[in-house]
Protein backbone atom coordinates (compact mmCIF):
# COMPACT_ATOMS: atom_id res chain seq x y z
CA UNK A 1 0.00 0.00 0.00
CA UNK A 2 1.51 3.30 -0.96
CA UNK A 3 1.80 6.32 1.47
CA UNK A 4 2.75 9.00 -1.15
CA UNK A 5 1.69 9.21 -4.15
CA UNK A 6 4.32 10.88 -6.94
CA UNK A 7 2.70 14.23 -7.95
CA UNK A 8 1.16 14.60 -11.53
CA UNK A 9 0.24 17.83 -13.28
CA UNK A 10 -2.86 15.89 -14.99
CA UNK A 11 -6.03 14.24 -14.05
CA UNK A 12 -5.39 12.02 -16.85
CA UNK A 13 -2.08 11.30 -15.98
CA UNK A 14 -2.39 10.71 -12.55
CA UNK A 15 -5.34 7.87 -13.12
CA UNK A 16 -3.32 6.28 -15.77
CA UNK A 17 -0.06 6.39 -14.12
CA UNK A 18 0.99 2.90 -13.32
CA UNK A 19 0.19 2.14 -9.62
CA UNK A 20 0.53 -0.96 -6.98
CA UNK A 21 -2.91 -0.76 -6.02
CA UNK A 22 -5.81 -2.16 -7.89
CA UNK A 23 -7.68 0.99 -9.24
CA UNK A 24 -6.90 4.45 -8.76
CA UNK A 25 -9.12 6.54 -6.53
CA UNK A 26 -10.26 10.05 -6.26
CA UNK A 27 -12.03 12.18 -3.76
CA UNK A 28 -14.35 14.85 -4.10
CA UNK A 29 -15.10 17.95 -1.45
CA UNK A 30 -17.14 20.84 -0.87
CA UNK A 31 -15.62 23.79 0.30
CA UNK A 32 -16.22 24.28 4.07
CA UNK A 33 -18.76 26.97 5.67
CA UNK A 34 -16.71 27.28 9.10
CA UNK A 35 -13.55 26.70 10.61
CA UNK A 36 -14.79 23.20 12.22
CA UNK A 37 -15.32 21.79 9.17
CA UNK A 38 -12.85 23.22 7.42
CA UNK A 39 -10.59 21.32 10.00
CA UNK A 40 -12.32 18.09 9.47
CA UNK A 41 -12.02 18.59 5.36
CA UNK A 42 -8.14 19.30 6.11
CA UNK A 43 -8.14 15.73 8.25
CA UNK A 44 -10.05 13.84 5.66
CA UNK A 45 -7.12 15.43 2.73
CA UNK A 46 -4.22 14.39 4.89
CA UNK A 47 -5.84 10.88 5.34
CA UNK A 48 -6.42 10.10 1.69
CA UNK A 49 -3.22 11.86 0.62
CA UNK A 50 -1.85 9.05 2.82
CA UNK A 51 -3.86 6.54 1.00
CA UNK A 52 -2.48 7.61 -2.25
CA UNK A 53 -5.82 9.11 -3.74
CA UNK A 54 -5.20 10.20 -7.63
CA UNK A 55 -6.73 13.41 -7.29
CA UNK A 56 -9.06 15.46 -5.56
CA UNK A 57 -11.94 17.60 -6.56
CA UNK A 58 -13.26 20.92 -5.27
CA UNK A 59 -16.78 21.78 -5.81
CA UNK A 60 -18.38 25.04 -7.17
CA UNK A 61 -21.28 26.42 -5.28
CA UNK A 62 -23.57 28.93 -6.12
CA UNK A 63 -23.51 32.23 -4.68
CA UNK A 64 -20.60 35.28 -4.37
CA UNK A 65 -18.36 33.58 -1.61
CA UNK A 66 -17.64 30.59 -3.30
CA UNK A 67 -15.28 31.70 -5.87
CA UNK A 68 -12.91 32.36 -3.44
CA UNK A 69 -13.46 29.55 -1.17
CA UNK A 70 -13.44 27.18 -4.32
CA UNK A 71 -9.89 28.77 -5.33
CA UNK A 72 -8.82 29.10 -2.01
CA UNK A 73 -9.19 25.17 -0.63
CA UNK A 74 -8.03 23.89 -4.49
CA UNK A 75 -5.24 25.74 -4.37
CA UNK A 76 -4.15 24.51 -0.64
CA UNK A 77 -4.95 21.03 -1.57
CA UNK A 78 -2.57 21.37 -4.62
CA UNK A 79 0.34 22.08 -1.90
CA UNK A 80 -0.37 19.43 0.30
CA UNK A 81 0.18 17.86 -2.26
CA UNK A 82 -2.98 16.42 -4.22
CA UNK A 83 -3.69 16.91 -8.09
CA UNK A 84 -6.76 18.98 -7.75
CA UNK A 85 -9.76 18.96 -9.81
CA UNK A 86 -11.09 22.61 -9.82
CA UNK A 87 -15.24 22.81 -10.58
CA UNK A 88 -16.42 25.57 -12.21
CA UNK A 89 -20.56 26.67 -12.92
CA UNK A 90 -22.16 29.11 -14.93
CA UNK A 91 -24.74 30.18 -12.69
CA UNK A 92 -24.68 33.74 -11.71
CA UNK A 93 -21.51 35.00 -13.79
CA UNK A 94 -21.44 36.32 -16.58
CA UNK A 95 -19.24 35.31 -19.42
CA UNK A 96 -16.46 38.00 -18.53
CA UNK A 97 -16.66 37.20 -14.84
CA UNK A 98 -16.16 33.30 -15.77
CA UNK A 99 -13.09 34.33 -18.55
CA UNK A 100 -11.67 36.27 -15.07
CA UNK A 101 -11.95 33.36 -12.66
CA UNK A 102 -10.36 30.95 -15.26
CA UNK A 103 -7.60 33.07 -15.61
CA UNK A 104 -7.39 33.04 -11.56
CA UNK A 105 -6.90 29.37 -11.84
CA UNK A 106 -4.28 29.38 -14.38
CA UNK A 107 -2.46 31.96 -12.00
CA UNK A 108 -2.84 30.11 -9.03
CA UNK A 109 -1.57 26.63 -10.83
CA UNK A 110 -5.18 25.28 -10.82
CA UNK A 111 -4.93 23.44 -14.23
CA UNK A 112 -7.56 21.03 -13.97
CA UNK A 113 -11.03 21.78 -14.59
CA UNK A 114 -14.29 20.41 -14.65
CA UNK A 115 -16.31 22.18 -16.33
CA UNK A 116 -20.40 22.27 -15.64
CA UNK A 117 -23.54 24.74 -15.97
CA UNK A 118 -24.42 24.47 -12.32
CA UNK A 119 -27.75 23.77 -10.86
CA UNK A 120 -30.31 26.92 -10.80
CA UNK A 121 -30.05 28.13 -7.76
CA UNK A 122 -32.52 27.25 -4.61
CA UNK A 123 -34.02 24.63 -6.24
CA UNK A 124 -31.32 22.16 -8.31
CA UNK A 125 -34.01 20.37 -9.96
CA UNK A 126 -35.57 23.85 -11.16
CA UNK A 127 -35.70 25.84 -14.25
CA UNK A 128 -32.31 26.98 -16.21
CA UNK A 129 -32.17 30.75 -16.49
CA UNK A 130 -29.05 32.02 -17.71
CA UNK A 131 -27.09 34.83 -16.21
CA UNK A 132 -27.67 38.23 -18.26
CA UNK A 133 -24.03 38.37 -20.24
CA UNK A 134 -23.75 34.72 -19.33
CA UNK A 135 -23.35 31.20 -20.75
CA UNK A 136 -25.81 29.14 -21.25
CA UNK A 137 -24.13 25.28 -21.46
CA UNK A 138 -20.88 23.64 -20.07
CA UNK A 139 -19.47 22.71 -24.18
CA UNK A 140 -19.95 26.98 -23.93
CA UNK A 141 -17.47 26.79 -20.89
CA UNK A 142 -15.07 24.62 -22.26
CA UNK A 143 -14.81 26.92 -25.62
CA UNK A 144 -14.27 29.84 -23.46
CA UNK A 145 -11.18 28.08 -21.55
CA UNK A 146 -9.87 27.24 -24.37
CA UNK A 147 -10.27 30.61 -26.20
CA UNK A 148 -8.20 32.01 -23.23
CA UNK A 149 -4.16 31.98 -24.41
CA UNK A 150 -3.48 31.19 -20.04
CA UNK A 151 -5.81 28.54 -19.99
CA UNK A 152 -5.44 26.48 -23.61
CA UNK A 153 -3.60 23.64 -21.63
CA UNK A 154 -6.00 23.06 -18.93
CA UNK A 155 -7.16 19.89 -18.79
CA UNK A 156 -11.06 19.70 -18.90
CA UNK A 157 -13.27 17.44 -17.65
CA UNK A 158 -16.89 17.52 -17.59
CA UNK A 159 -20.43 15.71 -15.81
CA UNK A 160 -21.61 12.91 -17.50
CA UNK A 161 -25.52 10.86 -16.48
CA UNK A 162 -25.63 6.91 -16.38
CA UNK A 163 -29.25 7.62 -16.23
CA UNK A 164 -29.99 10.83 -18.50
CA UNK A 165 -29.32 14.82 -17.23
CA UNK A 166 -33.32 15.23 -15.77
CA UNK A 167 -33.40 18.37 -18.34
CA UNK A 168 -32.56 16.13 -21.30
CA UNK A 169 -35.16 15.10 -23.48
CA UNK A 170 -34.33 11.19 -23.70
CA UNK A 171 -30.80 8.93 -23.25
CA UNK A 172 -29.92 9.54 -26.65
CA UNK A 173 -30.32 13.25 -26.78
CA UNK A 174 -27.98 13.29 -23.47
CA UNK A 175 -25.57 11.23 -24.74
CA UNK A 176 -24.79 13.35 -27.65
CA UNK A 177 -24.33 16.33 -25.76
CA UNK A 178 -21.95 14.95 -23.89
CA UNK A 179 -20.60 13.54 -26.90
CA UNK A 180 -20.10 16.85 -28.58
CA UNK A 181 -18.71 18.02 -24.96
CA UNK A 182 -15.81 15.41 -25.13
CA UNK A 183 -15.24 16.68 -28.99
CA UNK A 184 -14.97 20.28 -28.04
CA UNK A 185 -12.16 19.44 -25.91
CA UNK A 186 -12.76 17.49 -22.73
CA UNK A 187 -10.33 14.94 -21.73
CA UNK A 188 -12.45 12.73 -19.03
CA UNK A 189 -16.33 12.87 -17.56
CA UNK A 190 -17.30 11.76 -14.48
CA UNK A 191 -20.62 10.62 -13.24
CA UNK A 192 -23.55 11.86 -11.71
CA UNK A 193 -23.99 9.41 -8.41
CA UNK A 194 -25.59 6.33 -9.41
CA UNK A 195 -26.58 2.91 -7.39
CA UNK A 196 -27.40 0.55 -10.46
CA UNK A 197 -23.65 -0.51 -12.01
CA UNK A 198 -25.73 -1.56 -14.79
CA UNK A 199 -26.74 2.41 -16.14
CA UNK A 200 -23.33 3.12 -15.28
CA UNK A 201 -21.96 0.54 -17.88
CA UNK A 202 -24.98 1.40 -20.72
CA UNK A 203 -23.58 5.28 -20.44
CA UNK A 204 -20.48 4.24 -21.37
CA UNK A 205 -21.60 1.81 -23.96
CA UNK A 206 -23.62 4.09 -25.69
CA UNK A 207 -20.65 6.79 -25.88
CA UNK A 208 -18.23 4.08 -27.32
CA UNK A 209 -20.26 3.03 -29.57
CA UNK A 210 -21.60 6.81 -30.51
CA UNK A 211 -17.60 7.67 -31.27
CA UNK A 212 -14.92 5.01 -31.44
CA UNK A 213 -12.42 8.36 -30.85
CA UNK A 214 -13.72 10.91 -28.32
CA UNK A 215 -16.60 8.16 -26.68
CA UNK A 216 -14.07 6.63 -25.10
CA UNK A 217 -12.03 8.93 -22.90
CA UNK A 218 -12.68 8.25 -19.91
CA UNK A 219 -16.19 8.13 -17.86
CA UNK A 220 -15.14 8.09 -14.32
CA UNK A 221 -17.52 6.45 -11.88
CA UNK A 222 -18.87 8.83 -9.11
CA UNK A 223 -19.88 6.73 -5.90
CA UNK A 224 -21.44 7.90 -3.26
CA UNK A 225 -20.60 5.69 0.08
CA UNK A 226 -24.30 5.00 1.99
CA UNK A 227 -24.45 5.70 5.13
CA UNK A 228 -27.52 6.19 5.78
CA UNK A 229 -31.01 5.42 4.19
CA UNK A 230 -32.18 9.35 4.74
CA UNK A 231 -28.95 10.39 3.12
CA UNK A 232 -29.17 7.64 0.10
CA UNK A 233 -32.85 9.20 -0.61
CA UNK A 234 -31.94 12.71 0.28
CA UNK A 235 -29.14 12.58 -2.56
CA UNK A 236 -31.21 10.54 -5.19
CA UNK A 237 -33.56 13.36 -4.66
CA UNK A 238 -31.01 16.31 -5.45
CA UNK A 239 -29.11 14.59 -8.31
CA UNK A 240 -31.82 12.99 -10.46
CA UNK A 241 -30.90 9.11 -10.01
CA UNK A 242 -32.75 6.51 -9.15
CA UNK A 243 -32.30 3.95 -5.89
CA UNK A 244 -32.90 0.34 -6.78
CA UNK A 245 -36.08 -0.63 -5.10
CA UNK A 246 -33.71 -4.25 -4.18
CA UNK A 247 -31.71 -1.73 -2.97
CA UNK A 248 -33.87 0.33 -0.92
CA UNK A 249 -35.19 -3.08 0.46
CA UNK A 250 -31.85 -4.25 1.64
CA UNK A 251 -31.38 -1.10 3.72
CA UNK A 252 -34.77 -1.17 5.26
CA UNK A 253 -34.22 -4.91 6.27
CA UNK A 254 -31.19 -3.47 8.42
CA UNK A 255 -32.58 -3.00 11.87
CA UNK A 256 -30.53 -0.39 13.26
CA UNK A 257 -28.57 3.24 11.79
CA UNK A 258 -25.13 1.07 12.72
CA UNK A 259 -26.64 -1.96 10.33
CA UNK A 260 -28.28 0.29 7.74
CA UNK A 261 -24.68 1.85 7.46
CA UNK A 262 -22.88 -1.19 7.13
CA UNK A 263 -25.34 -2.78 4.52
CA UNK A 264 -24.47 1.09 2.68
CA UNK A 265 -20.85 0.48 2.83
CA UNK A 266 -20.64 -3.11 2.09
CA UNK A 267 -23.24 -2.50 -1.29
CA UNK A 268 -21.05 0.64 -2.49
CA UNK A 269 -18.36 -1.69 -1.82
CA UNK A 270 -19.59 -4.29 -4.20
CA UNK A 271 -20.55 -2.01 -6.50
CA UNK A 272 -17.02 -0.85 -6.64
CA UNK A 273 -15.48 -3.99 -6.98
CA UNK A 274 -18.19 -5.21 -10.36
CA UNK A 275 -16.46 -1.47 -11.73
CA UNK A 276 -13.04 -2.72 -11.03
CA UNK A 277 -13.96 -5.68 -12.97
CA UNK A 278 -15.35 -4.13 -15.63
CA UNK A 279 -12.08 -1.91 -16.11
CA UNK A 280 -12.87 1.70 -15.22
CA UNK A 281 -9.65 3.84 -14.67
CA UNK A 282 -10.88 5.46 -10.91
CA UNK A 283 -13.40 5.27 -8.66
CA UNK A 284 -14.61 8.80 -7.64
CA UNK A 285 -15.83 9.02 -4.48
CA UNK A 286 -18.39 11.87 -2.97
CA UNK A 287 -16.93 12.21 0.50
CA UNK A 288 -18.95 15.55 1.69
CA UNK A 289 -15.30 15.83 3.47
CA UNK A 290 -15.14 13.13 5.70
CA UNK A 291 -12.70 9.92 5.25
CA UNK A 292 -14.27 7.55 7.27
CA UNK A 293 -17.18 5.87 4.94
CA UNK A 294 -14.59 5.72 1.95
CA UNK A 295 -11.70 4.19 3.74
CA UNK A 296 -14.17 1.49 4.87
CA UNK A 297 -15.09 1.06 1.14
CA UNK A 298 -11.48 0.80 0.14
CA UNK A 299 -10.71 -1.61 2.63
CA UNK A 300 -12.90 -3.95 1.76
CA UNK A 301 -11.73 -3.68 -1.84
CA UNK A 302 -7.74 -4.43 -0.42
CA UNK A 303 -6.70 -0.82 -1.09
CA UNK A 304 -6.91 0.38 2.71
CA UNK A 305 -6.11 -0.27 6.14
CA UNK A 306 -8.97 -0.78 8.60
CA UNK A 307 -10.28 2.48 9.51
CA UNK A 308 -9.04 3.22 13.12
CA UNK A 309 -11.23 6.55 14.97
CA UNK A 310 -8.95 9.27 16.11
CA UNK A 311 -7.66 8.57 19.49
P1 LIG B 1 -24.69 20.82 -19.63
O1 LIG B 1 -23.69 19.94 -20.25
O2 LIG B 1 -24.73 22.24 -20.07
O3 LIG B 1 -26.13 20.14 -19.90
C1 LIG B 1 -27.33 20.70 -19.34
C2 LIG B 1 -28.53 20.14 -20.11
O4 LIG B 1 -28.56 20.67 -21.43
C3 LIG B 1 -28.56 18.64 -20.29
O5 LIG B 1 -29.91 18.23 -20.30
C4 LIG B 1 -27.91 18.41 -21.67
O6 LIG B 1 -28.36 17.19 -22.25
C5 LIG B 1 -28.38 19.64 -22.43
N1 LIG B 1 -27.38 20.22 -23.34
C6 LIG B 1 -26.03 20.28 -23.16
N2 LIG B 1 -25.45 20.98 -24.14
C7 LIG B 1 -26.45 21.39 -24.96
C8 LIG B 1 -26.50 22.19 -26.14
N3 LIG B 1 -25.36 22.69 -26.68
N4 LIG B 1 -27.71 22.44 -26.71
C9 LIG B 1 -28.85 21.92 -26.19
N5 LIG B 1 -28.88 21.16 -25.05
C10 LIG B 1 -27.69 20.90 -24.45
N6 LIG B 1 -23.14 21.60 -9.71
C11 LIG B 1 -22.67 22.69 -9.06
O7 LIG B 1 -23.41 23.67 -8.91
N7 LIG B 1 -21.39 22.72 -8.54
C12 LIG B 1 -20.54 21.67 -8.68
O8 LIG B 1 -19.40 21.73 -8.23
C13 LIG B 1 -21.02 20.50 -9.35
N8 LIG B 1 -20.23 19.42 -9.50
C14 LIG B 1 -20.69 18.33 -10.20
C15 LIG B 1 -19.85 17.24 -10.38
C16 LIG B 1 -20.28 16.12 -11.07
C17 LIG B 1 -19.36 14.94 -11.26
C18 LIG B 1 -21.60 16.08 -11.62
C19 LIG B 1 -22.09 14.87 -12.37
C20 LIG B 1 -22.45 17.17 -11.45
C21 LIG B 1 -22.01 18.30 -10.74
N9 LIG B 1 -22.82 19.42 -10.55
C22 LIG B 1 -22.35 20.51 -9.87
C23 LIG B 1 -24.21 19.40 -11.04
C24 LIG B 1 -24.34 19.91 -12.51
O9 LIG B 1 -23.90 21.24 -12.56
C25 LIG B 1 -25.81 19.81 -12.88
O10 LIG B 1 -26.19 18.45 -12.97
C26 LIG B 1 -26.27 20.60 -14.08
O11 LIG B 1 -27.70 20.57 -14.10
C27 LIG B 1 -25.80 20.05 -15.42
O12 LIG B 1 -24.51 20.39 -15.63
P2 LIG B 1 -23.74 20.00 -16.98
O13 LIG B 1 -22.41 20.58 -16.86
O14 LIG B 1 -23.88 18.56 -17.29
O15 LIG B 1 -24.64 20.84 -18.07
Redesign the pocket.
Known sequence: MSTTQPQHRSVIDAITAPRDSRVAFSV?FMPPRDDAAEQRMWDAASTFHDLGAAFASV????GGTTRERTGRIARRLSQHPLTTLV?L?L?EHSAAQLESILKDYASLGLTNL??????PPGDPLGE?VPTEGGLN???DLIRLTKSIEECRDFTIG????PEG?Y??ENLE??TH?TL??LRAGAEFS???MFFDVEHFLRLRDRLAAADPVHGVKPVIP?LMPITSLRSARRQVELSGSSLPSSLERRLRSAKTDEHVRAVGIEVTSEMAERLIDEGVEDLHFMTMNFARATQEVLHNLGMAPKWQAAA
Do not use: M
Open positions: ETYGAHTVLALRGDWYAIVASFHRAADWEKITQG
